[in-house]
């Protein structure tokens, strides 16, 4: 496979925005628990949301490596605005395989913005395998679902959404449904320890019809949508999250340790060796973990014979290593990264979500200990 097709013109305007919007707003909404309005509404008129959108409806025509870059410098800047950004880069990737055009061309527009709706209370972190059913009602279907975490539940225009088959074989089905379809409704709101602006919520649907031209794919081909499309996705760009949320504590803590001083002894921070060690620590991890994304890339690009492999390994590696830079970021900075104003803490709280988010780290390993023992993976 050749390179895939790379334009940076758009990185300029990303620093205007994380610059101009972002960095501004991230205190206030981890303290507040606000959706990131203003910042997507600026990433839409910039054509960012649209970054993955077909030059033919009007977007960027890139691809996941773009992804990854954006993802990485959002998450800098506010976890929460870059795990909804994900989001909705994820489905739009499904929308662009499989969506309506008039939606394709509101997304490369920035004006509609999307999400995954898979994790189910009944299947937990087992993803690909929703208990939620979907019935034919009057030449219409019925979904019936109650989906465990929602990101941008109630702000995002659609969900591209999982259920069980209509009548073919295979795990699932997915469907575009839109935000504003009777019978879904959310019953708790999101107050969580981090990504507090994310408004990742529960959503149940009760009878929700939506039309049969609604389906993404064919009855039954879910499965093959998420492995091919949305875990390649998913995992690169939770994992650049995880690097993006490294990079901002490890810079922070950096600048932190040489700035203040020990004024008895005329000397800062970071004149101890063993404050040093543990930002160098800091700094081989952050970078580990963005030569493995930047690897996965490659092998993606390149069909190689371990591109599943890197894959699955992208988020494990990189969800670990945060919970470790943050930590040892905390440690560096003492009682100041306590204080909100430092920022540490924010990151500290905001890198414990990839672990959890499915499919979680412990299911990953099992994933990857199967792949390397020669076992098949959903055996």
Request: aromatic content about 6%; glycine content about 10%.
């Amino acid at each position: 496979m050749s390179p895939v097709k790379q334009d940076l013109s758009y990185q300029e305007t990303l620093d205007r925005i994380m610059v101009g919007v972002v960095r501004d707003s991230a205190a206030e909404i981890d303290e507040t628990g606000a959706f990131p309005r203003r910042a997507m509404d600026a990433l839409g008129k910039s054509g960012l949301l649209g970054l993955i959108s077909a030059e033919e409806v009007g977007g960027m025509g890139l691809g996941l490596r773009a992804v990854v870059q954006v993802i990485e410098r959002v998450a800098q800047e506010c976890g929460s605005t870059a795990m909804v950004l994900s989001m909705h880069y994820a489905g739009t990737a499904v929308i662009e395989a499989y969506g309506p055009k008039s939606v394709r061309e509101a997304i490369a527009a920035g004006k509609h913005l999307t999400t995954l709706a898979f994790s189910e209370s009944g299947s937990r972190s087992h993803f690909w395998a929703p208990v939620s059913s979907a019935a034919s009602h009057n030449g219409s279907v019925h979904l019936d679902a109650r989906k465990g975490w929602v990101t941008s539940a109630g702000e995002a225009d659609s969900y591209v959404w999982s259920s069980r088959p209509i009548q073919a074989e295979g795990p699932s089905t997915l469907w575009l449904v839109p935000a504003n379809a009777g019978g879904l409704s959310i019953p708790v709101r999101f107050n969580g320890l981090g990504l507090r602006g994310n408004a990742s919520c529960p959503i149940t649907a009760q009878e929700v019809a939506v039309e049969r031209a609604a389906i993404l794919g064919e009855d039954g081909g879910g499965f093959d949508i998420m492995m091919s499309i949305v875990l390649p996705y998913f995992q690169l760009m939770n994992a650049s999250f995880s690097v993006g949320t490294m990079e901002a504590a490890t810079t922070k803590a950096a600048q932190h340790v040489s700035a203040t001083k020990f004024q008895h002894l005329s000397q800062s921070l970071s004149d101890l060796p063993t404050i040093r060690a543990y930002v160098a620590r800091m700094r081989i991890k952050t970078d580990m973990a963005r030569a493995l994304v930047l690897d996965t890339l490659d092998a993606i690009e390149t069909n190689r014979p371990d591109t599943m492999l890197r894959v699955l390994e992208t988020k494990a590696a990189a969800g670990e290593a945060s919970t470790e830079v943050t930590d040892l970021a905390m440690r560096v900075c003492g009682g100041a990264a306590f204080r909100k104003e430092v920022g540490i803490e924010r990151h500290f709280r905001d890198a414990r979500a990839a672990t959890v988010m499915a499919p979680t780290t412990d299911v990953l390993y099992d994933f990857i200990g199967k792949a390397v023992c020669g076992m098949p993976l959903f055996g």
